[in-house]
């Protein structure tokens, strides 16, 4: 029997406190009469939920989950004691986000990214926000400019750390025109910039590649103009500064202000670009 996770079952005997399934492996547990089916008859057979009631004893349900053991979540806060925060996950029974599990103090409607585990001492299920034990860093299946699925768990004044597919980490460096625009739980998709050895992710919100250095043009003009013409950034730029002003790689911007450059729209200086005078364009 997998506690956390779906299992197919077959009914074996109906008692008055509900039903009593056999599984495929050959465990039985009891389906409670209110979770049951309507007509559910002995010989029937279903997919049911196993998770541990209020006595470490597993039970079946038909509801289904959220998300199951050793999946990540995004999850509604439903009450917070001090044992911990009670998380809306899709069943009757709440479940336990331990106190000693939570990055922060948690109240009632908050959202919290978890992962969902089988508490190795009581057997039960119980989430918690300490996500890097169990991120994947084996990115050989991904390559860059890859279209990813993202969600946000972590948010700095610098910098926002997301989960990937539900698998990896990825980080967002932010700009001036993108700060406070995230909160934790958040969803959407980006596309990946860079993948380090360690197996931890640069991430865009834009397409990487040729179409994307075409919008990044424009977004170079637009941060000149509203500068007044001039930036203190260059091709010598440190690729931090380059990313921390723009969200882009050294590589890339190289590739764009050469390209405005040819086109006669900007110069390019040691220490800075500037919009080329109106008479050299």
Known sequence: MRIGQYEKA?????KPQGFYLELEDGDRVLLPGSKAPKDL??????????????????IATTQKPYATVGEFAVLEVIDASD???????????DLLLPFKQQLGELRKGDRCVVFILEDERTGRIVATEKLKAFIDYDTSPLHISQKVKLTVYDVSAEYVDFLVDNRYTGRLFLTPGNKDT??????GEGYIQNIHEDGKLDLSLNPIGYYATM?????VLKKLQD???RLPISDNSSPEDIRREFGLSKKAFKKIIGGLFRKGLILINENEIALAP???R
């Open 215 to 219: 919008d990044s043009s424009g977004d």
């Open 227 to 229: 500068a007044g013409g």
């Open 182 to 187: 995230f909160e934790i739980g958040d969803t």
């Open 83 to 93: 044992i911990g925060a009670f998380l809306d996950w899709g069943l009757d029974k």
């Open 278 to 280: 109106k008479r050299e």
């Open 41 to 58: 008859q002995e010989g029937d057979e279903l997919t049911v939920f196993i998770y541990v009631d209020n006595e470490g004893r597993p």
């Open 10 to 14: 077959r009914v074996q005997e109906e």
